[in-house]
């Protein structure tokens, strides 16, 4: 079973910068891709950005140029570097995992972490 653990969440002030990490346990066929979503009150769960084991990376619109996902594949941890922070990011964010046979949904999730943005 592949268990994923999140760190890096906070306070942070407008224009501001925060890493997230993620650890997952587990064998490295599970976690092919992995990817960060975010749920702010009231809103769907919404995939921020994803990256794959051979460095294929995806980011949804309103973060790209500001986030940068990446992956330490002998550690099996992703990290996302958000930089140009604002309020609008403030969200609980979920670390996500899937195996790479696995195309539509995400088989494995992270417990969240709270990223909050004061303006």
């Known amino acids: 079973q592949v268990q994923l653990v999140e760190s890096g969440g906070g306070l942070v002030q407008a224009g501001g910068s925060l890493r997230l990490s993620c650890a997952a346990s587990g064998g490295a066929f599970s976690t092919d891709t992995m990817g960060w979503f975010r749920q702010a009150p009231g809103k769907e769960r919404d995939l921020v950005a994803s990256v794959t084991r051979i460095g294929i990376t995806y980011y949804t619109d309103s973060v790209k140029g500001r986030f940068t996902i990446s992956r330490d594949n002998a550690k099996n941890t992703v990290y996302l570097q958000m930089t140009s922070l604002e309020p609008e990011d403030t969200a609980v964010y979920y670390c996500?995992?899937?195996?790479?046979?696995?195309?539509?949904?995400?088989?494995?999730w992270g417990q969240g972490t709270q990223v909050t943005v004061s303006s």
């Open positions: 996500a995992a899937r195996p790479r046979w696995v195309r539509v949904g995400w088989n494995y």
